[in-house]
């Protein structure tokens, strides 16, 4: 689901090697690792609030830290994000929860260079030619892509779906690499079944990433449902629009 920008939402390049992608990971990890300590270490010289050791982890630095990694690196690792932030409380921690829930309604996206960038491998240097408008700040974001306005030559008035650059590519790395921190830190109970959540969501995304499939998929509901007026199922655009 593409959620509307908030006036808030930011620009931030998303990390598109596989490399880079990596590297978020580490640092989250590392982090993760240093708050935790900070936190003993401000607890037992009784800085701060004194709750139990149990919730060492569940700082509001790790939180933030978690949080703001997942917005960054956004893909497979946002998503399953968000799907952990609908799970009950029983089976995810609280605190967790309420920040995963702000990672489910986060909608960060990408730098106008970027989305040249990205443009401009799928339909060419004077792929602005296309269009007659183009707005550069996306009305919508999600966790695999964003939503621009732009008209074509002829006035049409077109939502432009633009995938963020790697997220294809890393589903596999980025649940694994997530899953890894979660189950060093131990953040979820063994009921939870984590390793059943990510074989989902690594088959799920697989799907969700394909937007050539979901174009095929939009254009056989659209002839199934031509005939019920309560039904809108949008055209699609193929690359070939130039006038």
């Not at 399953?80 to 995810?92: A, T």
Request: aromatic share 10%.
């Amino acid at each position: 689901m593409y959620i509307k920008l908030c006036e808030n939402a930011k620009q931030r390049k998303v990390p598109s090697s596989r490399i880079g992608r990596m590297v978020s990971f580490g640092t989250l990890a590392a982090g993760l690792g240093l708050g935790t300590a900070t936190e003993y270490a401000k607890r037992t010289f009784g800085i701060g609030d004194q709750v139990s050791d149990a919730n060492l982890f569940m700082n509001k630095a790790n939180m933030e830290r978690i949080v703001d990694t997942l917005c960054k690196v956004r893909g497979a690792a946002l998503k399953l994000g968000q799907i952990l932030s609908i799970q009950d409380e029983s089976l995810v921690n609280p605190e967790l929860a309420k920040a995963l829930e702000r990672v489910r309604k986060s909608a960060d996206f990408m730098p106008n260079w970027q989305v040249e960038q990205v443009m401009s491998a799928e339909l060419g240097p004077d792929w602005k030619d296309n269009f007659s408008e183009f707005e550069e700040r996306p009305f919508a974001a999600a966790s695999i892509g964003q939503v621009h306005h732009a008209k074509l030559k002829d006035d049409t008035d077109v939502a432009i779906k633009i995938q963020y650059p790697g997220v294809a590519k890393g589903i596999e790395s980025d649940i694994d690499n997530l899953g890894g921190i979660m189950k060093m830190w131990n953040i979820f109970p063994k009921g939870m079944f984590l390793e059943n959540l990510m074989t989902v969501a690594k088959r799920e995304l697989a799907w969700e990433v394909d937007y050539v499939r979901e174009a095929q998929c939009t254009n056989k509901f659209r002839e199934i449902l031509a005939g019920y007026d309560d039904y809108y199922v949008p055209y699609v655009i193929g690359k070939s629009v130039k006038n």
